[in-house]
């Protein structure tokens, strides 16, 4: 028999019937994630000020205060150079300490990239955990 009159079977794939259920769990996900950093931020009272402007880089200092009941570890924040119409332009990550614990607080400094077209900074703790701090015992 020639090649060309050979007859080939096809099979289009089966979709899971759990696609649909799954696509609108993850739609109604979403918005949760973003709600879960902003619950964060409210464990944390954050306030800074431009220390010095260079030629390349803005110098932001403050201080970050754990208002929750329990030890933040491992506490990081960004520091954004925002345009009069919010857009991020350039940002700086800054580790603030190992262990804030709850009701008190830690000072940092971060370091900005100078851009042109900034208007203003934002600060915002971007990174942390709770647990017990080191030394403590459950």
């Known amino acids: 028999m020639p090649y060309n009159t050979a ?5 289009t794939p089966a979709t899971s019937p759990w696609l649909p259920l ?11 994630l973003r709600a879960d950093h902003t619950l964060a931020q409210a464990n944390f009272r954050v306030t800074w000020s431009v220390e010095k402007t260079g030629p390349t880089h ?10 929750s009941s329990q030890d933040a570890l491992d506490v990081y924040v960004t520091a954004a150079a925002i345009d ?5 332009l350039a940002r ?22 100078n851009v042109r077209g900034t208007t203003a900074f934002r600060v915002s703790v971007s990174n942390f955990r709770f ?7 459950p």
């Open 22 to 32: 799954v696509l609108v769990l993850a739609a109604l996900a979403a918005p949760l």
């Open 92 to 113: 700086g990550i800054a580790f603030v300490a190992p262990q804030i614990p709850t009701r008190r607080s830690a000072e940092f400094s971060a370091r900005v990239p």
């Open 84 to 88: 009069a119409s919010g857009k991020i």
């Open 131 to 137: 647990g017990l701090g080191r030394g403590e015992s």
């Open 7 to 11: 007859t080939v079977a096809t099979r």
């Open 58 to 67: 803005v110098e932001l200092v403050g201080v970050v205060v754990n208002e």
